[in-house]
């Protein structure tokens, strides 16, 4: 069964760079598209990101577009979110997640496993 750990996170100020991680373990992340949420408290979580199985396509959320990157190297079974420029309304709990082999998706409901998250706090 894949299980994710998300790391990396941490308070930071605004226009700071933070790189969060999320290790899989399990024999199925190469075959899946992978995606980063973030959650505030009383708000539902939010795409932020997603990455294909191959790493061929990426895709992002309007507001970190040019700011942040997913990567993942299928032969260390990591994915990343480097996140650069950050803004004050960045911060939130972010949690890495999988889809199920074959699927693409933003929404957060089509996402079949997922991290514990990682706090991520901006300091203007």
């Known amino acids: 069964q894949l299980q994710l750990v998300e790391s990396g996170g941490g308070l930071v100020r605004v226009g700071d760079s933070l790189r969060l991680s999320c290790a899989a373990s399990?024999?199925?992340?190469?075959?899946?598209?992978m995606g980063w949420f973030r959650q505030v408290p009383g708000k539902e979580r939010d795409f932020v990101a997603a990455i294909t199985w191959s790493a061929t396509s990426t895709y992002y959320a309007d507001d970190v577009k040019g700011r942040f990157t997913i990567s993942r190297d299928n032969a260390k079974n990591t994915l990343w979110l480097q996140m650069n420029s950050l803004r004050p309304e960045d911060a939130a709990v972010y949690y890495c997640?999988?889809?199920?082999?074959?699927?693409?998706?933003?929404?957060?409901?089509?996402?079949?496993?997922w991290g514990q998250g990682t706090q991520v706090t901006v300091s203007s």
């Open positions: 997640a999988a889809l199920r082999p074959g699927e693409f998706a933003t929404s957060s409901k089509q996402y079949e496993v």
């Open positions: 399990g024999s199925t992340f190469s075959t899946r598209a």
